[in-house]
């Protein structure tokens, strides 16, 4: 019986609140907080028919760690849950630091402002050191270590399914199937179609911030930087076919080259359409991919935010996506002195997720797994003071859940290899 403060109310959250209210003797109260709170009203007054968890709602502006805390406070929450933008994840870590409660998020830290100097210098410097160049990166969070270990607290990053799940398949592959790994190839697969010329399927600034960045990977112990879609490779995805898949930068390559020993090369393969890329290409020429607020008529207006406003809403994607996602990890490494190959995945229909929690499978993959990081938190088996992602954790209990909960996995120790 525990009592959670869920952050936001956009396509994620909208499955993670379905998915704690089918879950009620776990969650047994949810508040329901965001930044518009007609979102969070109407999606409380929707299940609270259907749920015995007693559903609150809060307004709350998150970049204020004072409002949070106010919340917090209020509240008494077990668990906070940020599923809320990455723009949110340091004043809510600094809020539950201030109030002695645990943390959760689906993604690492990264500003909203990338012009502001002050983060600008750090970030500079990072590039310059560790070699690889995306806005979003775990050394904001990770500094926050000592502060979380000092008081006993537990901050989860990334429990999504990737970031989130991936790792787990990292921890439980390294458990169960090798002695040592090598090379991990994590591969992103969409099938699903909406039928719009153009749509993300998750919040579209974050989205299109990751997917037009430079790419890069982890190999034989440093960052190699690639400009952006510039490696290309054709897998054929069990239950989607034959896609086309680029190499990007993407978070979780970070921890896990610090957390997988002796790693030789991590990369991040994810599928994308010609006419996506073509439309993606065209915004960012234009000049509207750009996070530089300019001046408009005398207001000022930030070309990426202008362009969200534009394109459907990601959770209105639910009714009209078809087809599957195939998201996973492809292995290669040795055991009992032998050389292996490993591939495990999980399969996920669009429809499907339509029809339990009205949501298309994105925010369903990201959904179902923060619940379940969420409810090793809140058994205690996920709780280690401190600031950790998920491959540190045990995976058996969180696979265990996740095929519960709607996300099975298959594997194979004959998968075909990325060149
Ligand atoms: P949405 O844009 O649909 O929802 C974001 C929500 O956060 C909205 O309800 C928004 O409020 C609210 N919000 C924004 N700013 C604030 C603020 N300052 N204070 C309070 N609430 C705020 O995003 P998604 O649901 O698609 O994504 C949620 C998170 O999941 C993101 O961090 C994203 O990066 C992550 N993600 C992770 C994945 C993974 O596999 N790990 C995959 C996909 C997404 P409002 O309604 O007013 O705009």
Redesign the pocket.
Known sequence: MSKVLI????????VVINKCCQNSEVFSEICV????KS?CDAIAAELTPKTSTKITTAQ?????VDEVIALIKSYQPDLVM????????L?IMDACLACGVNYM???NYEPENTEDQKWRAIYEKRCKEKGFSAYFDYSWQWAYKEKFEQAGLTALL????????TQAYCAYALKHEFDSIDTIDILDCNGGDHGYPFAT???????LREVSSPGSYWENGKWVEIPAMSIKREYNFEAVGDKDMYLLHHEEIESLAQNIPGVKRIRFFMTFGQSYLTHMNCLENVGLLSTTPINFDGKEIVPIQFLKALLP???SLGPRTKGKTNIGCIFTGTKDGKPKSYYIYNICDHEECYKEVGSQA??Y???V??VCGAMLMLNGKWIKAGVHTVEEFDPDPFIELLAKHGLPHKDTTEPVLVD
Do not use: H, M, W
């Open positions: 952050i936001g109310c956009g396509g994620v959250a909208g907080a965001s930044r518009t979102k709350v502006d998150a970049d204020n940020n599923i809320a933008l990455p723009y949110q994840d004043t998020d689906t993604a990334g429990c999504g399914f990737d970031p989130g799940v399927n998750f919040n579209p600034e974050i989205n809403d990601p959770a994105i925010s993959t990201t959904g797994p923060a």
